[in-house]
Nanobody
Framework: QVQLVESGGGLVQAGGSLRLSCAAS????????MGWFRQAPGKEREFVAA????????KYADSVKGRFTISRDNGKNTAYLHMDNLKPEDTAVYYC???????????????????WGQGTQVTVSS
Protein backbone atom coordinates (compact mmCIF):
# COMPACT_ATOMS: atom_id res chain seq x y z
CA GLN A 1 0.00 0.00 0.00
CA VAL A 2 1.45 3.32 -1.09
CA GLN A 3 1.49 6.01 1.54
CA LEU A 4 2.64 9.60 1.72
CA VAL A 5 2.70 10.85 5.29
CA GLU A 6 3.24 14.53 6.06
CA SER A 7 4.52 15.84 9.36
CA GLY A 8 5.95 19.03 10.82
CA GLY A 9 2.93 21.29 10.72
CA GLY A 10 1.90 23.43 13.66
CA LEU A 11 1.28 26.89 14.99
CA VAL A 12 3.92 29.56 14.44
CA GLN A 13 4.05 33.34 14.69
CA ALA A 14 4.42 35.49 11.63
CA GLY A 15 8.06 35.68 10.59
CA GLY A 16 8.79 32.24 11.97
CA SER A 17 9.85 29.03 10.25
CA LEU A 18 8.66 25.46 9.89
CA ARG A 19 9.91 22.40 8.05
CA LEU A 20 7.41 19.96 6.65
CA SER A 21 8.36 16.38 5.82
CA CYS A 22 6.70 13.91 3.48
CA ALA A 23 7.70 10.29 3.99
CA ALA A 24 6.83 7.91 1.16
CA SER A 25 6.42 4.17 1.56
CA UNK A 26 4.95 1.18 -0.21
CA UNK A 27 6.84 1.43 -3.47
CA UNK A 28 9.91 2.94 -4.99
CA UNK A 29 9.43 6.50 -6.16
CA UNK A 30 12.22 6.35 -8.68
CA UNK A 31 11.44 8.84 -11.41
CA UNK A 32 8.67 10.52 -9.44
CA UNK A 33 8.51 14.26 -8.96
CA MET A 34 7.32 15.37 -5.53
CA GLY A 35 5.22 18.42 -4.86
CA TRP A 36 3.60 20.43 -2.12
CA PHE A 37 0.15 21.96 -2.36
CA ARG A 38 -1.98 23.82 0.16
CA GLN A 39 -5.62 24.57 0.79
CA ALA A 40 -6.84 27.38 3.00
CA PRO A 41 -10.39 27.42 4.43
CA GLY A 42 -12.90 28.39 1.79
CA LYS A 43 -10.30 28.41 -0.97
CA GLU A 44 -9.24 26.11 -3.75
CA ARG A 45 -6.17 23.92 -3.37
CA GLU A 46 -3.12 25.60 -4.88
CA PHE A 47 0.36 24.63 -5.96
CA VAL A 48 3.25 25.57 -3.67
CA ALA A 49 6.43 23.85 -4.88
CA ALA A 50 7.71 20.84 -6.80
CA UNK A 51 11.02 19.03 -7.20
CA UNK A 52 12.25 16.58 -9.79
CA UNK A 53 13.41 13.05 -8.98
CA UNK A 54 17.04 14.14 -9.23
CA UNK A 55 16.44 17.20 -7.09
CA UNK A 56 18.06 19.38 -9.73
CA UNK A 57 14.88 21.03 -10.95
CA UNK A 58 12.53 22.94 -8.68
CA LYS A 59 9.52 25.14 -9.23
CA TYR A 60 7.75 27.50 -6.85
CA ALA A 61 4.55 29.47 -6.75
CA ASP A 62 5.25 33.19 -6.95
CA SER A 63 3.73 33.70 -3.51
CA VAL A 64 6.41 31.59 -1.80
CA LYS A 65 9.50 32.27 -3.92
CA GLY A 66 12.42 33.35 -1.78
CA ARG A 67 10.74 32.13 1.42
CA PHE A 68 10.14 28.40 0.87
CA THR A 69 12.65 25.74 -0.18
CA ILE A 70 11.75 22.27 -1.40
CA SER A 71 14.24 19.42 -1.16
CA ARG A 72 14.30 15.63 -1.09
CA ASP A 73 16.38 12.75 0.19
CA ASN A 74 15.81 9.79 -2.12
CA GLY A 75 17.70 7.47 0.21
CA LYS A 76 15.05 8.16 2.82
CA ASN A 77 12.15 8.41 0.37
CA THR A 78 11.35 11.77 1.93
CA ALA A 79 10.62 15.24 0.61
CA TYR A 80 10.83 18.42 2.63
CA LEU A 81 9.41 21.92 2.53
CA HIS A 82 11.36 24.45 4.54
CA MET A 83 9.28 27.56 5.13
CA ASP A 84 10.82 30.83 6.31
CA ASN A 85 9.33 34.25 6.99
CA LEU A 86 5.88 32.75 7.32
CA LYS A 87 2.88 35.01 6.87
CA PRO A 88 -0.71 34.66 8.10
CA GLU A 89 -1.77 34.07 4.50
CA ASP A 90 0.34 30.90 4.48
CA THR A 91 -2.15 29.34 6.89
CA ALA A 92 -3.53 26.21 5.23
CA VAL A 93 -3.51 22.45 5.17
CA TYR A 94 -0.38 21.41 3.30
CA TYR A 95 -0.43 18.27 1.16
CA CYS A 96 2.42 16.45 -0.48
CA UNK A 97 2.00 14.65 -3.77
CA UNK A 98 3.96 12.37 -6.06
CA UNK A 99 3.64 11.74 -9.78
CA UNK A 100 5.76 10.52 -12.69
CA UNK A 101 5.83 13.90 -14.33
CA UNK A 102 7.86 17.08 -14.62
CA UNK A 103 7.90 19.84 -12.07
CA UNK A 104 6.25 22.11 -14.62
CA UNK A 105 3.37 19.68 -15.13
CA UNK A 106 3.03 19.02 -11.42
CA UNK A 107 2.44 22.72 -10.83
CA UNK A 108 -0.93 22.40 -12.59
CA UNK A 109 -1.91 18.97 -11.23
CA UNK A 110 -3.78 20.46 -8.31
CA UNK A 111 -5.93 17.37 -7.82
CA UNK A 112 -4.60 14.99 -10.45
CA UNK A 113 -1.31 13.79 -9.01
CA UNK A 114 -1.08 10.03 -8.63
CA UNK A 115 -0.39 9.91 -4.91
CA TRP A 116 -1.42 12.28 -2.10
CA GLY A 117 -0.77 12.54 1.59
CA GLN A 118 -3.44 13.24 4.19
CA GLY A 119 -2.27 16.79 4.86
CA THR A 120 -0.76 18.66 7.77
CA GLN A 121 -2.09 21.91 9.24
CA VAL A 122 0.07 25.03 9.24
CA THR A 123 -1.27 28.02 11.16
CA VAL A 124 0.55 31.35 11.17
CA SER A 125 -0.59 33.89 13.75
CA SER A 126 -0.17 37.62 13.26
Amino acid sequence: QVQLVESGGGLVQAGGSLRLSCAASGRTFSGYAMGWFRQAPGKEREFVAAISWSGQVTKYADSVKGRFTISRDNGKNTAYLHMDNLKPEDTAVYYCAADQTTTQSMSIMVYQAEYWGQGTQVTVSS
